[in-house]
């Protein structure tokens, strides 16, 4: 079973877009986690264009207090760094940031960029706070993560969502699961996340059975808005136990 973990920076987008707290990442929150999310999600990026350094505040406390997890990802830059070992969520995710990019479109590329992000790890680590590295599903490669002393990886599935349906769909599904062997027989937990949604979701629950958590932000934002919030979790929620649900067809 997968479990969910909201990412809720397209609702602080929203909010952003007219300088007001409408929507509110804190309200959806609360409505996540009410209608069943495990956890939240915030990417906190330097350029603040969608969570603040105030939402991160506000909902990893709201969390502790409903004592689900709150994961926090971003780029090891030392602002981030800072705020997860004061604040210290129950995970941070390492991710890449490339200047410019619309959103994460790579893992890291380890060993060569081990050096950026041991000293994070082993400094998070030594707060207790779980360590996740954002990875390409790359079978040969994962276990790295497992070398600079991390928790987990959350493998990149957006060439895995671009595939689905298509004839390489068990190509790229093939790989995630390759990968997630490798990186559980490492002794890593496994996370995935991008691009993941409710037609997707299931077969990936199914197959992928070392997946314990996904973290999902662009797609489940939008299907909220046809089938409310509170819905579009428990959807989600069912497709992480890799039941087929109904999805949202805008087409
Ligand atoms: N995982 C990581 C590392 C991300 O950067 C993002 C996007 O913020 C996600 C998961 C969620 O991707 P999506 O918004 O496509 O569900």
């Given at each position: 079973m997968i479990q969910l973990s909201v990412n809720l920076n397209k609702v602080a987008l929203l909010r952003n877009s007219r300088g007001s707290?409408?929507?509110?990442p804190l309200q959806a929150a609360v409505t996540c986690i009410e209608a069943g999310a495990a956890g939240i999600t915030l990417h906190w990026r330097e350029d603040r264009r969608h969570a603040r350094e105030d939402d991160v505040r506000q909902l990893l406390a709201l969390c502790k207090q409903r004592g689900v997890e709150f994961n926090l990802e971003g780029d090891p830059r030392p602002e981030l760094v800072a705020l997860a070992l004061a604040l210290r969520p129950t995970q941070l995710t390492l991710v890449p940031v490339t200047p410019g990019e619309v959103t994460s479109d790579h893992g890291y590329d380890l060993p060569r960029q081990g050096p950026e992000i041991a000293p994070v790890i082993s400094a998070a680590r030594a707060a207790g706070i779980r360590v996740a590295v954002f990875m390409d599903a790359n079978a040969e490669r994962i276990a790295g993560a497992r070398e600079l002393g991390a928790d987990r990886v959350e493998i990149y599935t957006e060439p895995y969502a671009a595939a689905f349906?298509?004839?390489r769909a068990a190509f790229e599904l093939g790989r995630v699961r390759d990968s997630a062997r490798a990186a559980a027989r490492a002794g890593l937990g496994v996370n995935a996340g991008h691009d993941l949604n409710l037609d997707n979701l299931p077969t990936l629950a199914r197959e992928v059975p070392e997946i314990v958590e996904a973290s999902i932000g662009h797609a489940l934002i939008a299907d909220a808005l046809y089938l409310g919030l509170a819905e579009t979790v428990r959807r989600y929620r069912r497709a992480g136990e890799g039941i087929d649900v109904p999805s949202v067809k805008t087409k």
């Open positions: 707290d409408n929507p509110g349906g298509t004839e």
